[in-house]
């Protein structure tokens, strides 16, 4: 790297300060070894921790990571200052990927693995040039635009062309036999291109009242383009697969900052802080031939995550003409756009189950059912906003803050709400099962009158027909009847606990488990004891505090049903949306004592 | 002086990465893949689990088109529904996986062994090729 320092050039009589910096930068990986070694079988005697008290032999394991990823980047940044109020700094820089090329057998490989892209910053202090209220004390604009070229994984630019994995299979007569795939599959693209993203950002820092109102404002938007991605092709081309090189994924936010100070006197001060940020991602464009994406694939018959060309990136869907988490056929009278019953759930007799306390079954009936095999898009992944307050006071010796953070918007499945509703652990799922909660009178098989029916706001399917309460052996037709309407008619009343059990569960209409993931949490309260300086001094310290901090104290608002923590995420990748089991509420206290000399 | 420093160093980078591109191929190899292997383990490759490559294959195989083909029966007996459902609005769905298996998996490993692998082998004269 070299560089040149506050070098000073003078043009027309103005001064302008300039520094350089030239640099070679290598970057990648190192091969890697690892070496594995556990008893096998047990211990031969408990308790003691050696591997020859190991039952059976021991194979220990090696593994082995050659080197295979580097790039090698040149760059060079130059920084003009005026007057220190303007502010440009420029920079470039050139990259060879090594991910990018192919291998030598590849001949056709285009080994398109060099990248450059220069980037421009520009800030000015306008309070230092302007002559600005009294009340303004500090005002800087920014802008920047940047551009930056990556490569993709090792071995990633081969996919699809052939050539053999080759391992050893068990077999139950041979023992083990030798196997061979193709690395075939994925249709081979043997003119990948860097990825290149492109951002833009603008930003305020004003600082006003002397320093005691601070605004940080912030846009950015930054666009990915020819992005690397596998997308679905055609399987009867060879390939049902196809690594790509395409895209404009665009994602844009707003960040701001705004901190106060109310009251500054000698012995109290008392801070205010507010943060906001907002983030939108969107497919601006995908592919020639491909408008949708899938994100993630369905698991444990949940919903799918996929991304539309011109919409979202992120959406939960139902699958594609798949009975598992189809959504609810939804009541629709082509003939009367005002019908009441219009937008409500289909239902229809599912039968009966269990004796001699029989229980009678009416179920949601799905798009599946009726044909309908699109997705359907039940919720969206991204949040509308994030929004965290923070508060600090200080009266002589004592401090004190708070924090409170939390989202709004934006959707995530919840396999706990999908198991747990269907087994009936909820307190949502107590609807309709006694008076208290609702329940609807039946007579039971003891012909006891009880409360333990469930109301439905549904309608029955075309053609639907119901058992009767007084004798269920016979049909009673409620085609196109309310669920309500049908009670009066004379129909079987469905205990609230069948209801659960037939329509919850693996394989519900998805959007039962959707979740408002709507939260805000007191997440820190601390409370802090200074020292005087002469106790400090006394045992030769410069300064002595002790503090309580407490962490995660609870939610003031949460919009989950039931309880649910939203910090049972599976996952902190934003694109895998769902709870797979949830995790009890912790609070963590700290007590600390800072001691500087 | 210092200039001509600048641009030396620009050029020494510069001639250290013309070497620079054969280097990066060969890390970028992966060295497990082989180019050549003995078509018989292509076959066994390709034809392993030729039947029921998963539970979900087996699951759907005998809960559904076995019975549809009246090939066997429920343990309950025979159930409404599986054969024909008058209620029903859509036509019965049968689990027939063998057109993407074919596509995307065994025919297109018999496939690549016939045509990429065999045929360029010098022991060609050992495999008989029939026509797919």
Known sequence: ?597 | MKKYKVILMGVLALSTLSGCLKEYQELNTNPELLGETDPRFVFTGATENFNNSSRNHLMAKYSGVMQMMQYLVNYQGAQEGVYVNPQSTNRPNPFTPYYSDYYAQIGLRLRYLREKVILVMLRQKDFKICQL
């Open chain 1, 1 to 597: 790297m070299l560089q040149t320092n506050d070098n000073l050039f003078k043009i027309g009589g103005e001064e302008i300060s300039v520094d350089g910096i030239l640099g070679v930068e290598l970057y990648g990986n190192t091969e890697s070894h690892s070496w594995y070694k556990s008893t096998n079988g047990g211990l031969v005697t408990p308790g003691v921790f050696a591997f020859s008290n190991s039952v059976n032999t021991i194979i220990p394991r090696f593994d082995y990571t050659p080197k295979n990823n580097q790039s090698l980047g040149v760059f060079a940044i130059v920084n003009l200052s005026w007057k220190d109020q303007l502010f440009l700094e420029l920079t470039g820089r050139n990259d060879w990927l090594s991910s990018l090329t192919y291998p030598t057998y590849a001949v056709d490989g285009k080994n398109n693995y060099t990248v450059f892209y220069p980037s421009a910053n520009l800030s000015y202090v306008f309070t230092e040039s302007l002559t600005m209220p009294e009340w303004i004390s500090f005002g800087k604009l920014r802008a920047s635009l940047a551009r930056a070229g990556m490569g993709t994984s090792p071995y990633a630019t081969i996919n699809g062309f052939g050539f053999f994995n080759q391992s050893a299979q068990f077999d139950p007569d041979r023992n083990s036999v030798l196997i061979a795939n193709p690395n075939l599959g994925t249709a081979y693209n043997p003119d990948l291109k860097p990825e290149v993203q492109q951002s833009l950002e603008l930003g305020t820092d004003i600082r006003m009242f002397d320093e005691r109102l601070n605004l940080d404002f912030t846009y950015y938007k930054t666009n990915t383009f020819n992005q690397i991605m596998t997308l679905p092709s055609v399987a009867e081309s060879g390939a049902s697969r196809q690594l790509i090189n395409a895209g404009n994924i665009q994602n844009q936010g707003v960040e701001i900052m705004l901190e106060g100070t109310p009251v500054k006197t000698k012995d109290f001060r008392w801070t205010l802080g507010t943060n906001f940020t907002l983030n939108r991602g969107k497919i601006k464009e995908l592919h020639k031939d491909v408008k949708e994406w899938q994100l993630l694939g369905q698991y444990d018959a949940g919903p799918e995550i996929w991304a539309y060309e011109g919409g979202k990136f992120g959406v939960l869907t139902t699958s594609y003409a798949n009975p598992y988490g189809s959504s609810i056929y939804r009541y629709n009278n082509e003939n009367d756009a005002n019908d009441p019953r219009n937008g409500k759930p289909v239902i229809s007799y599912w039968g009966g189950a269990g004796s001699p306390n029989r229980a009678y079954i009416y179920g949601y009936t799905t798009n599946y059912d009726k044909g309908i095999n699109d997705r359907v898009v039940v919720g969206k992944v991204e949040a509308d906003f994030y929004l965290s307050f923070n508060t600090s006071f200080s009266y002589k010796n004592f401090d004190f803050y708070a924090l409170v953070d939390g989202r709004v918007g934006g959707n995530f499945f919840s396999h706990t709400y999908k198991y747990a509703s269907y087994r009936g652990v909820l307190e949502s799922s107590l609807n309709g099962r006694d008076k208290e909660h609702g329940g609807l009178p039946r007579v039971n098989y003891k012909g006891e009158t009880v409360y333990d029916a469930i109301m439905l706001d549904a309608v029955f399917d075309e053609g639907a027909t119901a058992p009767s309460a007084s004798d269920p052996t016979q049909s009673i037709d409620v085609a196109g009847l309310t669920y309500e309407q049908a009670l009066e008619k004379g129909i079987v009343p469905m205990m609230a606990s069948a209801f659960y059990m037939y329509n919850y569960g693996w394989g519900m209409p998805a959007e039962l488990g959707v979740q408002d993931n709507t939260w805000f949490m007191l997440r820190e309260v601390t409370l802090g004891y200074r020292f005087s300086e002469e106790l400090c001094k006394k045992i030769g310290a410069n300064y002595l505090r002790i503090g309580l901090t407490a962490r995660n104290l609870g939610y003031l608002v949460n919009k989950l049903t039931d309880g649910l923590n939203p910090e049972s995420l599976s996952n902190n990748n934003p694109l895998t949306p769902m709870d797979i089991g949830t995790v009890p509420y912790s609070r963590t206290y700290a007590l600390n004592l800072t001691l500087r000399f």
